[in-house]
């Protein structure tokens, strides 16, 4: 079974940094890319950025240009969202999501909490 | 950059009711778009590919229509299971850019 598996949600700090872990399995991790999707609450999905794990080679919406790191490890199928300097208005839902064509597969999501 | 604008933001109606959600690009797409379907609380469920094409499982009062830079999402009969928020994202080229969404609820 396809499926990706993201990190536990995180409570954090104003001012502090953050990395979220997806990882891939039931594929080759390599040779699809991998999103990062932003679900503020109660809001909509905002596309955030993209790696191809093959080589990491990225891309990213010009508002989240950086604000946010993605990078990939392929030896261990997972990709890596980082967070600098946090805000409230961080504060967010995280999905990583498989890109084959259409976003076909979606982590659970990693729910980010920013508050002093 | 690509603007994806979907109407209505909101939409009630009555369980057997046809329902449709528009997309349209700010410039064209070919049919390299795709629906998504978001319960509340739930992971975003991918319901429509290349503007017109169901993956396996999904129901087939579901369908997809249109290409370039307008696109139709249709429930041909609307049940209370289909309450979620719709949205369309343009996958031709980065950003992937996703439609603000579409709540779909039951009279």
């Known amino acids: 079974e396809v499926q990706l598996v993201q990190s536990g949600a995180e409570v954090k700090k104003p001012g502090e940094s953050l990395k979220i872990s997806c990882k891939g399995t039931?594929?080759?991790?390599?040779?699809?890319?991998i999103a990062w999707v932003r679900q503020m609450p109660g809001k909509g999905l905002e596309w955030m950025g993209v790696?191809?794990?093959?080589?990491?080679?990225?891309s990213y919406t010009p508002s989240f240009e950086g604000q946010v790191t993605i990078s990939a490890d392929k030896s261990i199928s997972t990709a890596f969202l980082q967070l600098s300097s946090l805000k409230a208005s961080d504060t967010a839902m995280y999905y990583c999501?498989?890109?084959?064509?259409?976003?076909?597969?979606w982590g659970q999501g990693t729910m980010v909490t920013v508050s002093s | 950059d690509i603007q994806m604008t979907q109407s209505p933001s909101s939409l009630s109606a009555s369980v057997g009711d046809r329902v449709t959600i528009t997309c349209r690009a700010s410039?064209?797409?070919?049919?390299?778009l795709a629906w998504y379907q978001q319960k509340p609380g739930k992971v975003p469920k991918l319901l429509i590919s290349?503007?017109?094409t169901l993956p396996s499982g999904v129901p087939s009062r579901f369908s997809g229509s249109g290409s370039g830079t307008d696109f139709t999402l249709t429930i041909s009969s609307l049940q209370p299971e289909d309450v979620a928020t719709y949205y369309c994202?343009?996958?031709?080229?980065?950003?992937?850019?996703f439609g603000q969404g579409t709540k779909l609820e039951i009279k």
């Open positions: 410039q064209g797409i070919s049919s390299y």
């Open positions: 039931g594929y080759s991790f390599t040779t699809y890319w």
């Open positions: 290349a503007a017109s």
């Open positions: 790696i191809y794990p093959g080589d990491s080679d990225t």
């Open positions: 994202q343009k996958y031709n080229s980065a950003p992937h850019t």
């Open positions: 999501a498989r890109r084959a064509g259409a976003f076909d597969v």
